[in-house]
Structures are given as structure tokens and as C-alpha cells.
T-cell receptor, first 114, second 111 residues
Framework: DAGVIQSPRHEVTEMGQEVTLRCKPI?????LFWYRQTMMRGLELLIY????????DSGMPEDRFSAKMPNASFSTLKIQPSEPRDSAVYFC????????????FGPGTRLTVT | QQPVQSPQAVILREGEDAVINCSSS?????VHWYRQKHGEAPVFLMI?????EQKGHDKISASFNEKKQQSSLYLTASQLSYSGTYFC????????????FGQGTILTVHP
């Protein structure tokens, strides 16, 4: 199994530009989670999907952030326009959607907005 | 509500033991423990379920007190490889696997 795949691994962009992060969950998993990690705020859940449907997006910071899951094998997190305070490591994780199931994290995307 | 972990940081010599605690103000269905090494993704260690038994893996074990809504992670005879940040994640009963993570405990093991 290839595990959770994220791309790109590193992204450097200028303030105001659009950024799109991509995630391929583990095959057969029906829940997908987007997290943001910073030193100040720790590991924050932004949004999660179950069976491709967004269940809870209360962690999305503001309207500049949007996420989609068009099918079971692909999800995107978009930031438009990006700001320096969006600089963080963004993780995608997947699980089989039960409270007793472990989450498998992707390697993360390190985003730097200058 | 984010669970609270204590201590925030621990420094050990190889072979020493450590306990990391995780407390929640909400009723819990499960507690998950993850370890993250610098520059890497969090890696799953173990899950404790409501009504379940204490879990163990090699020299790392954990307990879950449902009444107190607390969990503890026990690291015995620590090894250099145990160094990292430990996170507890808590889940309610019907959350499709959603976890709320604590702020993390930084564990450093010296030779």
C-alpha cells in the first residue's frame, strides 16, 4: 500500500497567489481529514469528509480556504488569495471512518507564503 | 474542546520511564496516541476504546479512565528512538473518526 499521498511536498508562493494542495487517500478509506500544523496553534483539523461529503468544515479559517473531494481517491485544499499567516504544514489523513480506527497521515505539504 | 496534555515537555536518559497524560472535558468514546518526529508526519501508536482494556506495544502502554475522561501513555525503559512529540487525539461516539488533538508533549531521550 502506498499510503496517503500528498503533493506538492513544498510550496513557496507570494502573498495573493492561489495555492492548491492535493491528497490521495488510502484505497478503501472513506474518511478524509485536512489538518494544519503550526508551532503556535498545534495540529488543527480544518475539514473532514465522509464518503466524499464534507461533514464538518468549522475549522476552516475563513472564506479564502476551500476544500473539495470529487471522488473517493482525490481531494484538494485551496487557498485563494494566500497570506503569510497561512504558512504552515498541511497534512491530509485518511481512515475507515470509525471512532476506533486509526488515521494514516500523509507526509504533509510545507507551505511558505512570502 | 481540545484535550489537555501534561507535561508539555519531558527530558529523559536512556532507560528511564515517563508518563504522559491526556485529559478531556467531554465524554469520550476513544483515545488515540500518535508520535511525531521532527519534520515527519504523526504516526499511530495505539487506540483505547471506552470499555476496553489497557493496551501495550513493546515497552509503550496506555490506559483509559472513562469516568475521569483521562488517558495516560507509559513509556518504559526509554530508548533514543522514543524521542519526538506525542499527541493524544480524542473522539466522541458518532464522529466518523474525527479526532481532536492535544497540544502535544515533547519527549527527548538522551544517551
Amino acid at each position: 500500500d502506498a499510503g496517503v499521498i500528498q503533493s506538492p511536498r513544498h510550496e513557496v508562493t507570494e502573498m495573493g497567489q492561489e495555492v492548491t494542495l492535493r491528497c490521495k487517500p488510502i484505497s478503501g478509506h472513506n474518511s478524509l481529514f485536512w489538518y494544519r500544523q503550526t508551532m503556535m496553534r498545534g495540529l488543527e483539523l480544518l475539514i473532514y469528509f465522509n464518503n466524499n461529503v464534507p461533514i464538518d468544515d468549522s475549522g476552516m479559517p475563513e472564506d479564502r480556504f476551500s476544500a473539495k473531494m470529487p471522488n473517493a481517491s482525490f481531494s484538494t485544499l485551496k487557498i485563494q488569495p494566500s497570506e503569510p499567516r497561512d504558512s504552515a504544514v498541511y497534512f491530509c489523513a485518511s481512515s475507515n471512518g470509525q471512532g476506533w480506527s486509526e488515521q494514516y497521515f500523509g507526509p504533509g505539504t510545507r507551505l511558505t507564503v512570502t | 474542546q481540545q484535550p489537555v496534555q501534561s507535561p508539555q515537555a519531558v527530558i529523559l536518559r536512556e532507560g528511564e520511564d515517563a508518563v504522559i497524560n491526556c485529559s478531556s472535558s467531554k465524554a469520550l468514546y476513544s483515545v488515540h496516541w500518535y508520535r511525531q518526529k521532527h519534520g515527519e508526519a504523526p504516526v499511530f501508536l495505539m487506540i483505547l476504546l471506552k470499555g476496553g482494556e489497557q493496551k501495550g506495544h513493546d515497552k509503550i502502554s496506555a490506559s483509559f479512565n472513562e469516568k475521569k475522561q483521562q488517558s495516560s501513555l507509559y513509556l518504559t525503559a526509554s530508548q533514543l528512538s522514543y524521542s519526538g512529540t506525542y499527541f493524544c487525539g480524542t473522539a466522541g461516539g458518532t464522529s466518523y473518526g474525527k479526532l481532536t488533538f492535544g497540544q502535544g508533549t515533547i519527549l527527548t531521550v538522551h544517551p
